[in-house]
């Protein structure tokens, strides 16, 4: 079986019990779930990792209920894996060594927003799409926009740092996040950082906790900076007869200080996924940027102009513009499509998430076909190229062919590293790159955080088995 978990220690069933019993004594029958197909419905993520049923769920409703639940697991010493969505694409949510999942996503409130100061207060079950319409509403805008935005919950987008087409310009999740008031194992409470936009008092555990990936705390409620709305959106569609063309149309774009809102590419075998759906895209095009620019509406047209150039110098076939609002929303919509899309196209699939200098993006092209070439494994690459940050995707349907896998994601890894890339650029560690962390830091560096999870988290007990590498293969890197 692919990338199967090597079997994590699960708590013994005299834990077990003891934990369902002081869940069920501090929270009542209702919020408890222990029925193996209540539980099974919480075992995985659309990540590519195996689900894995935890041993009891938590529905939570408040701060209250989560510190009464880890206070019970804590007791009981039994794993705690918070969830929010279950949206995500590393492996976070799922309980790989089984335990307790405390389920947030019925803490769904939008507490305040508010137009003078320009933030927001929402608790981590509150999805995405949800906030960014309650905010547009007001004027407002919050710009991260995983492509998940209308399953996902802000409680995941904070755990993974959530990115998206628009980080190109506004940035990551960590950007927006002001405070947060989170729960440790043993049921402190924390609020760390501030209401204001500026403040730089003491360490600031807010950076660290965002992308913690459920790790350090769980997170209840989260201070988010907000901003104006761009009055105006315009969305072009740029061609290429190659991949590499477009490379150099991105290098172009940042050379010339073109900074649009989103800059994304598709490479020829998904832009043939994107045709077999039924999407029509020119037969000569081997590549494509969606490519939107924002602003007031005559800085867009200046913007798009400036785009439509440099595109076309770097040997773009043709430049289109979206006509309206709905041929936008369905050109998105099939760039949102394009993680489901893929994952129906092979009966094995995994998506990477790597990111490396944006000059190198041509070069990592060229890898990923060098690699598919000499694996045989079917390759496809789309993703946010404005940022450097590229999913990767292999896709096979022969289970025999899972070494040559392993092979070419090694391959993968190795070039991205070499280019002075990282290994994940808005996914995640999770489960799913635990095992390759020590490809891009260094012993004394994984030691420290080993040293900041003990701190939060002396028992390993919270999300356990996640971002750190089993400690042989981190040996065996050496
Ligand atoms: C995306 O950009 O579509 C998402 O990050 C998911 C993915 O394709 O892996
Ligand atoms: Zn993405």
Redesign the pocket.
Known sequence: EMRQHPTFPRPSASAIDKARRLLERALGPSKVITSADGCAAYAGD?SDQPPVSPDAVVLASSAADIEKAVRAASEAEVPVVPRAAGSG?SGGAVPVGGGIVIATIGMNSIKEISREEQIAVVEPGVILADLHAAVEAEGLFYPPD???LKMCALGGNIAENA???RAFKYGVTREYVLGLDAILIDGTRLRTGRRTVKGVTGYDVTALLVGSEGTLAITTEATLRLIAKPPSVMTLLCLFPDVRASGRAVSALVAAGVVPRCL?LLDRPTLDAVRARGVGVDERAGAMLIIEVDGEPADCEVQAERVGEVCMDAGALDVLVAQDEAQRERLWEA??Q??PT?RAMARYKI???VVVPRDKIPALLDEVAEISAATGVRMLT???AGDGNL?V?LLWNDPDLVPQVETALSRLFRAVIGMRGTLSG??GIGTSKADFLALEQSPELIAIERKIKALFDPKGLLNPHKIFPRRTLEAAER
Do not use: C, F, I, V
Request: glycine share 8%; charged share 35%.
């Open positions: 659309e694409k995983p492509n998940s990115a998206g087409p994304e760039r949102r394009l993680s893929t998506s990477e998430d789309y993703g946010h999913h995707n808005e996914h």
